[in-house]
């Protein structure tokens, strides 16, 4: 019988306490927090030091590779809470005829994972922490993919959930929603009307809010996307990451996952350059990068073909514009027809069918090689966040009739 070792064994958990993003300012592990005082998301932290002691490299790469190979770097106390639908490591798959210099250009592929997207990891991580901390009843906004994570996991822990997403979300992602037990709605808005109902609906429902980054822990889970990388790169960093940023949870928890390992000495030398990509229909993080401004403003009329970027404000938006900052990245704007130029692009010319977002990285990444700001010489690594299945796709609509004579020279 095959039993996975990470699911099947208890490890120490070397979490501290957790401390708001902005203020800095402690609150108690292992009790039940949404936002600090400040409305601001809350970061876990732990005992590196005594993290460094307990687990090796060595340790490690004898461990199945999925994302609870990383149990040390993460909150969960007990291995009963732990819950998992196989998340295994996505592969890395270099688009070598695209690259444009001597720097390899590789996907990271989050399709891969349960439910078909990275916000399998945020969920995964953050539905096990309500386990452990006796939530019953979860209430989500979405523009999809997350809804759908939490749908599946949640059904596997017991917790009842209501998920509300905006009325043009792909109707794939809303059946799927519902197919895996949660309660779903479409809203007549976007993302944040959304979040408003979860919101106010609060008191009168009991329900825990599973809104991005008002609660600690997918952050932590999303961080498995850094800890994931440097282990499959020999415990090393690309010279710059371009990474789909609608609530930023992802990467806010990956310049995590890098600080803590540099701060255990896994990682030397310098750490990614962080690069935020936003469809130019929705790009509040990148005007705010470009105003030098700690926090973004509502972007009104939000619109862009990559629905899960198009997100007009985020919670996060400080922490992921100081990732941004501190790792000597940027953000950028790509347009929506850049987008699809770029999906059809990587799946004509390497086979390879990106979602919008995932997309959205590789026009920007052909972008700033074009403007300089990154050289064709770096290796850049592009984080397609969803399976590209899930999406419209081109038609294709030529068809033949088997009854007459084919004339094979017009095929």
């Known amino acids: ?51 460094a002691a307990a687990v090796s490299k060595d340790d490690l ?27 295994s490591h996505t592969p890395l798959v270099s688009l070598s005829k695209l690259q444009a210099g001597a720097g390899e250009l590789i996907v990271k592929d989050e399709g891969r994972l349960p439910t078909g997207s990275f916000k399998a990891r945020g969920l995964c991580l953050a539905v096990s922490m309500a386990k452990e901390l006796g939530i019953k009843k979860i ?24 998920v509300f997403c905006p009325d043009d979300t792909p109707e794939i992602n809303v059946r799927e929603i519902a197919a895996q037990g949660a309660k779903v709605w479409r809203v007549n808005g976007l993302i944040n009307d959304c979040g408003r109902i979860v919101g106010d609906g609060k008191e009168a429902m009991g329900w825990f809010d599973f809104s991005t980054l008002k609660e600690p822990y997918r952050i932590e889970g999303k961080k498995t996307m850094g800890l994931e990388l440097a282990d499959q790169l020999g415990w090393n960093v690309p010279d710059v990451i371009f990474y789909p940023t609608g609530g930023g949870t992802g ?9 803590e390992l540099k701060q255990i000495g896994w990682l030397t030398g310098k750490l990614p350059r962080m690069v935020a990509v936003q469809a130019s229909g929705c790009a509040p993080i990148v005007k ?35 990732a941004v900052r501190e790792s000597g990245g940027f953000a950028t704007t790509v347009d929506d027809d850049a987008i699809l130029a770029g999906r059809d692009e990587v799946a004509q010319k390497e086979g390879f069918l990106m979602c919008p977002e995932g997309a959205a990285t590789y026009a920007a990444w052909k972008q700033e090689v074009a403007s300089g700001r990154v ?9 397609n966040c969803a399976t590209g299945l899930k999406y419209p796709m081109p038609p294709a609509e030529q068809s033949l009739d088997c009854t007459k004579p084919i004339d094979y020279s017009t095929l």
């Open 1 to 51: 019988m095959h039993t996975n070792e990470n699911i099947t064994t208890e490890r120490p958990t070397f979490v501290t306490h957790l401390e708001c993003g902005m203020e800095g300012d402690h609150y108690e592990a292992d009790r039940l927090h949404g936002l600090s005082k400040a409305g601001k998301p809350l970061l876990v932290r732990y005992d590196l030091e005594g993290i």
């Open 61 to 87: 790469a004898k461990r199945p590779p999925d994302l609870w190979r990383y149990r040390e770097f993460l909150p969960v106390r007990k291995l009963e809470n732990v819950l998992s639908l196989g998340e």
């Open 139 to 162: 209430a989500m906004p979405t523009n999809g993919n997350a809804g759908a994570a939490l749908a599946a996991y949640a059904t596997r822990a017991d917790i009842e959930t209501y």
């Open 251 to 259: 990467l806010i928890g990956m310049w995590k996952a890098f600080n």
């Open 288 to 322: 705010a990068f470009e105003e030098g401004t700690e926090h973004a403003e509502l972007w009104e009329n939000a619109h862009t073909v990559a629905a899960g970027i198009r997100v007009p404000v985020a919670v996060g938006d400080f922490l992921i514009l100081r």
């Open 375 to 383: 050289s064709p010489d770096e290796t850049a690594v592009l984080f």
